[in-house]
């Protein structure tokens, strides 16, 4: 469409942006960083910079973006992994605590309560729940809005500065791994996917909630339409800031499909991968096992 | 026939009973004329385990799709059926804790934990506590396969006593989680679970039927497999009031003496009813 053509005719003059230097191509990797052509040392950089801005209106964005549907996909990612009392869970690109929260919640909730026997409430003692992001703003906003939800004195919320692509914690460690729209920032996502399998305790699982591909016809224009047009727009309106806005739009649609990223997660080393589509693929949780 | 089939499709079944079901596996009864070709053809893939289900993975067109280590499908034949081992492993020990955690997440969490694998794998069972009853049943068949594979007196006793045997062989395997196989029918019978449920009591039914030397071609056929699943579902309700004591009463242990009289009562009808049509059908003969 007309929207693409356009877009398409920035991309080509962007490559011949300060940038990237056509020299440094010859030395260093380029990546994406939505429609553009970055080095891969800048993007982390860039990545950076985009979320430092957007920290402190992250959420209501989240809200306003998704018509407010961003809650219900992440209470599907938790129903999915099925929490546990005495649980180590890492939520790595998890700034905000959204997914954190809820799986406490989980854990701690009342009814599950009722259902316990003696041996579980020791055992709760015992869980833990690492919050792990790149961008320290990210993680205040989190331990802020964590107060709010009277989690402040909670010891099981760790908050952890960290890179996905070299995560600081030990071998076969955690029982749980999720990274809700965080791997599509990544520079190298193998790196971090082999950091996930690297965590993980035997049995333990991986979910990743991420933007995807939508296929169905006529859905999939509409989508377009409203994530080039609106988006933006909404980012000017609100955050005051378009740019960041353009590029998670774009970095959306060059994420790998859900089929190629499902293959990449097998090679990770992952077994039994499946993915489910959400809103006919604008969301896919990917989950997979690791033995 | 049915028998070595089923014994090689039962393994898939118990690991795979989501995808299974969208394939073109028959979940109703079939005719007798299909039932060889659809056990054979799923007993082929079974065979080819390792190509072709990945091949019938990929072309199913439900929402989730799964895909093994995409690497070289020949060398890795081990680890591609090592989850649903590991899987298989874990089921088996929560079983044990059944009986104090009833069929639940508690349960498989403990097995979980007793087997060494991080309680997170619950979360990959698709459904939960019904892939844990599902795993009994199956498994519960596969050793009264077993059973009839073993025992020869089978052929000395009447049909209608043969069934009646066989029923309580099955029946027997339950009574030590008794207590809980209330909760167990309550998640067999839940709408998403109760395509697979109804499955596993169509091939049980079949087979006990199979071991009593069943050769019926018609519909005899799809009735005797109706009237035998109406009476095992009945005897299995009886079972869980009964607290007759049986013959060991220094153990206490509740033998269901009543259930059993219950059930040789039943099959007893259920054979003069066959009777009782057949005669019908012979008067109306107008010689």
Same mark, same amino acid.
């Given at each position: ?26 030395? *260093?990797?380029?990546?994406?960083? +939505?429609?553009? =052509?970055?080095?891969?040392? $800048?993007?982390?950089? &860039?990545? /950076? ?35 546990f ?30 259902m316990r026997d003696?041996h579980d ?34 010891? *099981?919320?760790?908050?952890?500065? +960290?890179?996905? =692509?070299?995560?600081?914690? $030990?071998?076969?460690? &955690?029982? /749980? ?115 | ?13 118990c ?72 899987q298989a492993r874990v089921l088996q020990a929560s079983l044990r804790h059944v009986i104090s955690l009833g069929w639940s997440d508690a349960a498989m969490i403990a097995g979980a934990r007793e087997v060494?694998?991080?309680p997170?794998i619950v979360?990959?069972f698709?459904r939960k506590e019904a892939a844990l009853v599902e795993f009994f049943m199956d498994d519960c068949l596969?050793r ?26 099955r029946l027997e395997m339950q009574a030590p989680y008794i207590s809980k196989w209330p909760q167990a029918l309550s998640i067999q019978a839940q709408?998403?679970n109760?395509?697979?449920s109804?499955?596993q ?35 299995e309700?009886?079972m869980l ?13 509740v ?33």
């Amino acid at each position: 469409m007309a929207l693409r053509s356009i877009y398409r005719g920035l991309k080509k003059n962007n490559l011949l942006s300060p940038l990237c230097n056509s020299c440094s191509h010859l030395h *260093s990797h380029s990546t994406s960083f +939505g429609y553009k =052509e970055v080095r891969e040392e $800048e993007k982390s950089q &860039m990545v /950076g910079n985009v979320f430092t801005s957007v920290a402190s209106s992250y959420d209501l964005m989240n809200d306003l973006m998704s018509g407010g549907l961003h809650r219900l996909w992440k209470e599907r990612l938790v129903s999915k992994l099925n929490p546990f009392p005495g649980m180590k869970h890492l939520d790595v690109a998890g700034g905000t605590g959204d997914v954190a929260f809820r799986i406490l919640e989980s854990i701690n909730n009342v009814g599950r309560r009722a259902m316990r026997d003696i041996h579980d409430d020791n055992v709760l003692d015992e869980t833990q729940i690492f919050v792990c992001d790149i961008n320290p703003n990210m993680l205040n906003v989190g331990k802020k809005r964590a107060q709010e939800r009277g989690f402040g004195d909670d010891k *099981s919320l760790v908050w952890v500065e +960290g890179d996905a =692509e070299a995560l600081k914690f $030990e071998d076969d460690s &955690m029982d /749980g791994y999720t990274i809700a729209f965080g791997i599509r920032n990544v520079t190298h996502i193998e790196k971090a996917l082999a950091e996930a399998h690297r965590v993980l305790k035997r049995g333990g699982r991986f979910l990743c909630l991420e933007l995807s591909h939508v296929e169905l016809p006529i859905f999939k224009d509409l989508y377009d339409y409203y994530s080039f047009s609106v988006i933006p727009a909404l980012g000017e309106l609100v955050a005051g800031d378009r740019e960041s806005y353009q590029y998670l739009v774009e970095s959306v649609r060059r994420f790998p499909s859900q089929e190629k990223f499902a293959k990449m997660i097998a090679e990770a080393g992952f077994d039994k991968v499946e993915y489910e589509n959400l809103v006919g693929g604008v969301v896919a949780i990917h989950s997979g096992l690791k033995f | 026939m049915y028998r070595s089939a089923a014994r090689r499709l039962l393994p898939a079944v118990c690991r795979r009973t989501g995808h299974f079901r969208s394939k073109a596996f028959p979940v109703r009864f079939s005719a007798p004329i299909i039932h060889p070709a659809a056990f054979s053809a799923a007993a082929a893939s079974e065979n080819a385990r390792n190509h072709k289900l990945n091949n019938f993975e990929a072309s199913n067109s439900s929402s989730s799709s799964s895909s093994n280590e995409g690497r070289k499908p020949r060398v890795t034949d081990r680890p591609k059926a090592h989850w649903q081992e590991e899987q298989a492993r874990v089921l088996q020990a929560s079983l044990r804790h059944v009986i104090s955690l009833g069929w639940s997440d508690a349960a498989m969490i403990a097995g979980a934990r007793e087997v060494g694998v991080s309680p997170s794998i619950v979360g990959s069972f698709p459904r939960k506590e019904a892939a844990l009853v599902e795993f009994f049943m199956d498994d519960c068949l596969q050793r009264l396969i077993d059973i009839i594979d073993l025992k020869e007196d089978l052929t000395n006793l009447i049909p209608s006593n043969r069934v009646a045997k066989l029923v309580r062989i099955r029946l027997e395997m339950q009574a030590p989680y008794i207590s809980k196989w209330p909760q167990a029918l309550s998640i067999q019978a839940q709408p998403s679970n109760i395509a697979t449920s109804f499955k596993q009591r169509a091939m049980l039914v079949d087979e006990i039927w199979h071991a009593a030397g069943d050769e019926s071609t018609d519909i005899d056929w799809y009735v005797k497999r109706t009237v035998l699943g109406g009476i095992y579902s009945t005897t299995e309700i009886y079972m869980l009031t009964d607290t007759s004591p049986g013959f060991a009463h220094l153990l206490s242990v509740v033998d269901f003496r009543d259930t059993w009289a219950f059930l040789d009562e039943r099959v007893r009808e259920a054979f003069d009813l066959k009777k009782t049509v057949q005669e019908e059908n012979l008067d109306s003969v107008p010689y």
